[in-house]
């Protein structure tokens, strides 16, 4: 079945660490994003990716650094300049044009 | 900047009722608006997407409509159901593809049996 893979589910992170969030695509998407939900506040955009070895930062992405050197693939760093790091992550692709988006399941990450 | 607000935050109702979602947003240059399901911890699931030449969509109870020159958009659920209990969220599109989504903040829904 087609769809959007993140992992891990759950992830933790040590003061000073950085981590990587991984997003895997297998719906020939041309364009992918990485969002942050934290309670109250709703989605808010990360980086995204409209092509390959190409992508524009959202309205907060300080702290944070991606790559797309696949279009299967689009990794999400979040670096030990993020202060505040623990929330739900959510991945999405879409292939343009009118249509849809498709979202993963999403990784947890927690600050110990 | 596009703003997107869902009203009302949350909302509590018996099994069996009718009930409207409602969503607004600031820019009328959309290139769609999408409609999507959350369960506590989960990921996102699609339900309706409108295009922006299009008025509504319907998938089995969920009728979605869209009037774009007044930035309204609203989600009709027909004979709720305990199982539709969930944070329903509404996200619109730039005006150009590929563009990303910019998502309001959600209503919670909660349908008693």
């Known amino acids: 079945d087609g769809g959007i893979t993140q992992s891990p589910k759950y992830l933790f992170r040590k003061e000073g660490q950085n981590v990587t969030l991984s997003c895997e695509q297998n719906?020939?998407?041309?364009?992918m994003y990485w969002y942050r939900q934290d309670p109250g506040q709703g989605l808010r955009l990360i980086y995204y990716s409209q092509i390959v070895n190409d992508f524009q930062k959202g309205d907060i992405a300080e702290g944070y650094s991606v790559s797309r050197e696949k279009k299967e693939s689009f990794p999400l760093t979040v670096t030990s300049a993020q202060k505040n790091p623990t929330a739900f992550y959510l991945c999405?692709?879409?292939?343009?044009?009118?249509?849809?988006?498709?979202f993963g399941s999403g990784t947890r990450l927690t600050v110990v | 900047k596009q703003e997107v607000t869902q009203i009302p935050a949350a909302l509590s109702v018996p099994e069996g009722e009718n009930l409207v979602l409602n969503c607004s947003f600031t820019?009328?240059?959309?290139?769609?608006l999408q409609w999507f399901r959350q369960d506590p911890g989960k990921g996102l699931t699609s339900l309706l997407l409108i295009q922006s030449s299009q008025r509504e969509q319907t998938s089995g109870r969920l009728n979605a409509s869209l009037d774009k020159s007044s930035g309204r958009s609203t989600l009709y659920i027909a004979a709720s159901q305990p199982g539709d209990s969930a944070t329903y969220l509404c996200?619109?599109?730039?005006?150009?593809?590929?563009?990303?989504?910019?998502f309001g903040k959600g209503t919670t829904l909660s349908v008693s049996s």
């Open positions: 820019d009328s240059a959309i290139y769609n």
């Open positions: 996200a619109v599109s730039g005006d150009q593809a590929g563009t990303a989504l910019i």
């Open positions: 719906l020939n998407h041309d364009a």
């Open positions: 999405a692709s879409s292939p343009g044009g009118a249509y849809g988006y498709t």
